[in-house]
């Protein structure tokens, strides 16, 4: 599975739009962008996934740049609760005939401050 | 979607000793995995549950530390023997669906 680098914390103002960049140069053709984030003492959650082109759901939005070599994930009006560690990973899709585990790397701390 | 429970929700056990997490999933699931978060730390796969076969450890986890069992398609249990501090983390089981993966909340393990 590609690699993928993400800033280690950002803020972001409640109501306001919080934009996660991440970076995956080296993702291949048949991989997709997932977006997970993991509050506090909680598991991680499933947030919204990508091939190539943006996609929309009732949490987020994923940006993904025509090279597919980076994407952003929109929280369109951050809330308090939304403060987590946000994971992009990069990984083939379940086309790829097998179940496969995710590889988590460190991830971005978002804080939403009132 | 999936929905995952997990016991214990914590402990706090003895060094030596053995401790045996339980995964419960409410429908049935070809694949499951355990996953470690070491305090401060990312997720790190321990191993693959396959019903009916052995699990697949990855790089640095051995079955005779996290014996795992997997006796049918909604249930699996991990244990963590003849702990030391360092095993200290949470432990999460997780299943894939469709595109997606679930995970349980999550056991947390000190060991003193």
């Known amino acids: 599975d590609a690699k993928t680098t993400q800033p280690p914390s950002m803020d972001c103002a409640e109501g306001r739009a919080a934009n996660l960049p991440c970076n995956h140069s080296?993702?291949?053709?048949?991989?997709?962008v997932y977006w997970y984030r993991q509050i506090h003492s909680q598991g991680p959650q499933y947030i919204i996934h990508g091939l190539k082109n943006n996609e929309t759901n009732e949490m987020a939005s994923l940006i993904i740049t025509e090279d597919r070599k980076s994407s952003t994930l929109i929280l369109p009006h951050a809330t308090l609760r939304d403060t987590a560690v946000y994971y992009c990973?990069?990984?083939?899709?379940?086309?790829?005939?097998?179940?496969?585990?995710?590889?988590f790397g460190s991830g971005t701390q978002l804080t939403v401050l009132p | 979607s999936a929905v995952i429970s997990q016991k214990p929700s914590r402990d706090i056990c003895q060094r030596g000793t053995s401790l045996t997490i339980q995964c419960q999933v409410d429908s049935q699931v070809t694949m499951m995995f355990w996953y470690r978060q070491q305090p401060g730390q990312s997720l790190t796969l321990i191993a693959t549950?396959?019903?009916?076969?052995?699990?697949?450890?990855e790089s640095g986890f051995v079955i005779d530390k996290f014996p795992i069992s997997r006796p049918n398609l909604t249930f699996s249990t991990l244990t963590v023997s003849n702990m030391s501090p360092e095993d200290s983390s949470i432990y999460l089981c997780?299943?894939?669906?469709?595109?997606?993966?679930?995970f349980g909340p999550g056991t947390r393990l000190t060991v003193l």
């Open positions: 549950a396959n019903q009916g076969s052995e699990a697949t450890y």
């Open positions: 080296t993702i291949s053709g048949n991989e997709y």
């Open positions: 997780s299943v894939g669906l469709e595109d997606e993966q679930f």
């Open positions: 990973i990069v990984r083939v899709g379940r086309a790829s005939g097998s179940a496969r585990q995710l590889t």
